[in-house]
């Protein structure tokens, strides 16, 4: 019936046409909005088609037709999304490919720098190094807990690195539990 419809509107927008030639320009303009407000109403009642109201005016061959159109339609859609979906894994693929060279250059200057740091920290560890590798290598060797300078001097340590302090006699007892 559809069909029908449109191929009249072409005949008779054809003839019309042809005619026209001699009618003033306000007929063409009335001719051109009834085509064109025949065509928006067949486009609604396929959309609603579609939706899947007004189906019982349907034949059977309308109905398969309406499936071939609603399956080509989805194809389509999927088609489409698909290709968004390989552009955007191409794009995120682009983005981690630069952000991997970012990252290795980045670790590449670190390496650098630190290279560059190390000789000067070397440096700057010789000149403080002498106090603190005392400090740090026998931190507790000037404390004498068991006794005076001069027991740990018979235990084979020699005096000259033995510290001139003593420690007090309150200090040295124990306390006891009376």
């Known amino acids: 019936m559809e069909r029908i419809l449109e191929r009249y509107e072409r005949?008779?927008?054809?003839?019309?046409?042809e005619g026209a030639g001699d009618q003033p320009p306000n007929e063409n303009w009335a001719i051109e909005h009834e085509?064109?407000?025949a065509r928006v109403?067949?486009?609604?009642?396929?959309q609603r088609n579609f939706m899947g109201e007004e189906l019982d005016?349907?034949?059977?061959?309308?109905l398969q037709s309406l499936e071939q159109q609603l399956d080509s339609a989805l194809k389509h859609i999927r088609s489409r999304k698909n290709q968004?979906?390989?552009e955007s894994i191409s794009e995120l693929q682009k983005k981690d490919k630069a952000l991997r060279e970012r990252n290795n250059l980045l670790a590449k200057k670190i390496k650098e720098k630190e290279k560059a740091l190390v000789p000067q920290e070397r440096?700057?560890?010789l000149n403080i190094g002498d106090v603190t590798s005392l400090?740090?290598?026998?931190?507790?060797?000037?404390?004498?807990?068991?006794?005076s300078p001069e027991a740990r001097c018979n235990e084979g340590t020699p005096t000259s690195t033995q510290p001139k302090t003593t420690i007090p006699p309150w200090m040295m007892t124990l306390p006891t539990d009376e």
Do not use: C, D, F, W
């Open 11 to 17: 005949h008779s927008y054809a003839e019309k046409q």
């Open 35 to 37: 085509k064109l407000k």
């Open 41 to 46: 109403e067949v486009l609604q009642r396929h």
């Open 57 to 62: 005016n349907i034949n059977l061959r309308g």
């Open 84 to 86: 968004a979906m390989h």
């Open 123 to 125: 440096e700057g560890l």
């Open 135 to 147: 400090m740090v290598t026998k931190p507790l060797e000037s404390l004498n807990i068991r006794g």
